[in-house]
């Protein structure tokens, strides 16, 4: 089988190389270089908890993945099972939470419930205020500029073809094939998977399939080093738009952070989004209740990167309702980092095979017209 892969971010070479591991012949275009769009972008949050209960699944296999990531690709991407500790504040989060962690108990995720004496004995110095929190063991994070790069090389070891910078001209479904015209050369194949990230409903609409996505970019930023003393990824349980910040502090020291920004909107031509530093002093308020040596940290940069968000923040996955043999695997909504090595095995299994032991259904991309 023969199948052309459309964008090269983290689901794009995740499911190119697990396609290449089963036999397929995979070319991957990619219209800027390998991992530069939303994967880059990603804060690296390793992270089941909060997720959609129909995701967990899919969660759940892409953690067991993230375990192998060194042994199967040949290189360090800095996955770290540290642990996810979503810090509380109020009576009416903590309800969340817990009403969460039972709904989520049946799908195979459990959640451990600290209480203020337990916060501050095994992590000094996060959520002094913090009434509770949850934390989940097993979770962590990755570096986001290691991992889109590691599975294109280890798909390429294995017979993919890799081309970057390389913009679609356009893009017709042959008898039995698709045929891509590129400004690198055109390309012929059986099967076409869509995992163009936030211009991933431009090569959507283009076979009749229509699907409500806003490009958007986050505001991301990075402290000075510092010494290394926070081990788990740290989040909050909110409905407050304004805290809902998020920290890791890498192995280096330095402390990348996240949230409590609302996400720019994006033109996706040339689809190049930037940090508003407007919205740094709000952020780092936010950050610092979460962790208040925040306060005294100097930032040494911010970025942004273009990401789409689904009107419903669920992601598209699976079979064209449309066409045969398009496959689509975006709009992943700024929550996709995790979930990017099962996305590429799922799909690749279901390109194949024609099933998925994983259930996709809820993400299918005709939910919408079904709506309407």
């Known amino acids: 089988m023969d199948v052309i892969v459309l964008g090269g971010g983290l689901m794009g070479t995740a499911t190119a190389y697990f396609l290449a591991r089963r036999g397929a012949r995979v070319t991957l275009i990619e219209r800027d270089r390998i991992g530069t769009g939303a994967t880059v972008a990603s804060f690296g949050n390793i992270r089941r908890t909060g997720r959609h209960l129909s995701q967990l699944p899919l969660a759940h296999r892409s953690l067991r993945l993230w375990g192998e990531c060194e042994k199967m690709l040949g290189r360090d991407v800095e996955f770290r099972a540290t642990g996810h500790i979503r810090l509380i504040f109020d009576e009416g989060s903590l309800a969340d939470m817990q ?51 590691a599975f294109a090389e280890a798909a390429r070891k294995l017979g993919a073809e890799i081309i970057e910078n390389a913009k679609i001209e356009k893009i017709n479904r042959m008898k039995s094939s698709f045929l ?25 609409a283009e076979f009749g399939e229509n699907v409500p996505l806003d490009a958007r ?41 996240g949230g409590a920004a609302e996400r720019v909107p994006v033109d996706l031509d040339p689809g190049h989004a930037q940090a508003d530093p407007a919205c740094l002093p709000v952020q780092l308020r936010a950050v610092a209740r979460l962790l208040p040596a925040m306060a005294q940290a100097a930032v040494i940069r911010t970025w942004s990167g273009c990401e789409g968000y689904v009107r419903d923040m669920l992601p598209v996955m699976g ?48 939910r919408f017209s079904r709506r309407s």
């Open 99 to 149: 009403a969460y962690a039972e709904a989520a108990r049946p799908w195979g995720l459990e959640l451990e419930e600290l209480g203020p004496r337990e916060i501050r004995s095994r992590f000094p110095g996060l959520g002094p205020d913090a009434i509770a929190a949850s934390f989940s063991q097993h979770d962590g994070s990755g570096n986001p500029r290691l991992i889109a790069p």
């Open 180 to 204: 891509v015209a590129s400004s690198k050369g055109a390309f012929a194949a059986e099967c076409l998977l869509n995992t163009a990230g936030a211009w991933g409903a431009r090569v959507a």
């Open 217 to 257: 970019g986050p505001q991301m930023g990075v402290t000075e080093p510092l010494p290394h003393r926070i081990l788990p990824v740290v989040g909050i349980w909110t409905r407050h738009k304004d805290y809902g910040a998020y920290l890791r502090q890498v192995e280096r020291g330095n402390i990348v952070f």
């Open 319 to 366: 079979r064209s309702a449309t066409t045969p043999g398009l496959f689509h695997a975006f709009g992943f909504s700024g929550h996709g980092f995790q979930l990017g090595p099962g996305v590429g095995d799922a799909m690749a299994e279901l390109i194949t095979t024609g099933r998925c032991a994983t259930p996709l259904d809820d993400f299918r991309i005709d």
